[in-house]
Structures are given as structure tokens and as C-alpha cells.
């Protein structure tokens, strides 16, 4: 099984409301990442998770917050958000520790803030 | 810091062209080269990838050569189907603080047409 998965693929919510982005795999990875990517740009590096113990914050905004409850699963936590926030958050994974790994990405959440 | 500089798309080839798209990089350290390929809202998903100087990454009659004496990892088909029509990204890995970093070009996009 190399698929990494998404959930929800599309959500639209408020400036004010609270709503959670999933991301699971199986495939034994113990590095996973969220990335955020606007349209026709590349993905900009979020988060890194290595182990479950967050690594990397790419100095982003604290209305996101990261949570890795185990080696399997990734959530994003999402409050107060702006419109400007809108973008494709995608997932990824991959071995941890070297720099020849590649990363495996999920298809993505496609968030609207309105 | 590493960077990765590709052609500016859009890229536009009758089916049965020949393809390149060039990709050049800055880093300081030894870093593995990818392309992925982003079709239409999908995640990201490797296409080849080389680790290391001389290495040659080949995938779906894709082909990529790691040149370190140019810094550089072009794309090249022979023979380019509709099929092929998406985004691609050339990546450089590397390790910072321990921590795979993947730092993307700015991704060029390919239209073939029949």
C-alpha cells in the first residue's frame, strides 16, 4: 500500500469557524508533512513531523496547528482563518532520516475560506 | 539557501515531440534530484529521481541525468503522448538540522496536443 490519504477532499468554511484537515498512511513512514500550495505555484513547506515530534514550522501562522496522535496519522487544525488561506493543503510522507527518499503525497484538501 | 530555478511554462507539443524541460539547482550541501508530476487536482507523485553525480533517473520513457558539473537535471521524452499533459516539478532533497528538506522548482506546465 503506497497511498497516503486525505480527508476532506474539499472544505469550505468561515473566518470563524474551527474545522480539522486528516491525513493517513500506511505505509511505515515515520516523517509526514503538510504542505500548502495556491494555484500554479509549487507546494510551500508547512510542517514536518519526524517520529511524531514536529520538527519543522516553517514560521506559519498559529490559526494552524499540527498534530501527530501517532506514526500513522496526521491532522491540521485549522481556526480563524483568512481568505487568504485558501489553497490546496497537501499531505505527504516518506522515510525519515536521509536526503534520497522520496516523499509520497496524498491528493489534497481543497480548502475555501469565505 | 538551496533553490531551483525550471523553464517558465506553458510548454505546448504536438503529440510524438520531443521534450525538455530544463532544471537547474543551487546547494550547499549533496542533494538527491527529483521530478514529479501534478496532473489536474491530484497531489504530487514522483516521476524519477536521482541520489547521487552520473546518476541517470528513468521512468514512463522519462529521463533525467544528475549533472553536478552543470548543476543540473534536465527532462527529456522522446516521445511525448496527451497523456503527458501536467505539471512538473523538479525538487532537490537535502538534510537540514537532521530533517529532509525538499525545496521545488516552480513547476512547469506541459500541454500535448493530438
Known amino acids: 500500500d503506497t497511498e497516503v490519504t486525505q480527508t476532506p477532499k474539499h472544505l469550505v468554511m468561515g473566518m470563524t469557524n474551527k474545522k480539522s484537515l486528516k491525513c493517513e498512511q500506511h505505509?511505515?513512514?515515520?516523517?509526514m508533512y503538510w504542505y500548502k500550495q495556491k494555484a500554479k505555484k509549487p507546494p510551500e513547506l508547512m510542517f514536518v513531523?519526524?517520529?511524531?515530534?514536529?520538527?519543522i514550522n516553517e514560521s506559519v501562522p498559529s490559526r494552524f496547528s499540527p498534530e501527530c496522535p501517532n506514526s500513522s496519522l496526521l491532522n491540521l487544525h485549522l481556526h480563524a482563518l483568512q481568505p487568504e488561506d485558501s489553497a490546496l493543503y497537501l499531505c505527504a510522507s516518506s522515510q525519515a532520516g536521509g536526503s534520497s527518499y522520496e516523499q509520497y503525497f496524498g491528493p489534497g484538501t481543497r480548502l475555501t475560506v469565505t | 539557501g538551496d533553490s531551483v530555478t525550471q523553464m517558465e511554462g506553458p510548454v505546448t507539443l504536438s503529440e510524438e515531440a520531443f521534450l525538455t524541460i530544463n532544471c537547474t539547482y543551487t546547494a550547499t550541501g549533496y542533494p538527491s534530484l527529483f521530478w514529479y508530476v501534478q496532473y489536474p487536482g491530484e497531489g504530487l507523485q514522483l516521476l524519477l529521481k536521482?541520489?547521487?553525480?552520473?546518476d541517470k533517473g528513468s521512468n514512463k520513457g522519462f529521463e533525467a541525468t544528475y549533472r553536478k558539473e552543470t548543476t543540473s537535471f534536465h527532462l527529456e521524452k522522446g516521445s511525448v503522448q496527451v497523456s503527458d499533459s501536467a505539471v512538473y516539478f523538479c525538487a532537490l532533497s537535502d538534510v537540514s538540522g537532521g530533517y529532509q528538506k525538499v525545496t521545488f522548482g516552480t513547476g512547469t506546465k506541459l500541454q500535448v496536443i493530438p
Open positions: 505505509m511505515g513512514h515515520r516523517a
Open positions: 536521482a541520489t547521487k553525480a552520473d
Open positions: 513531523y519526524s517520529y511524531e515530534k514536529l520538527s
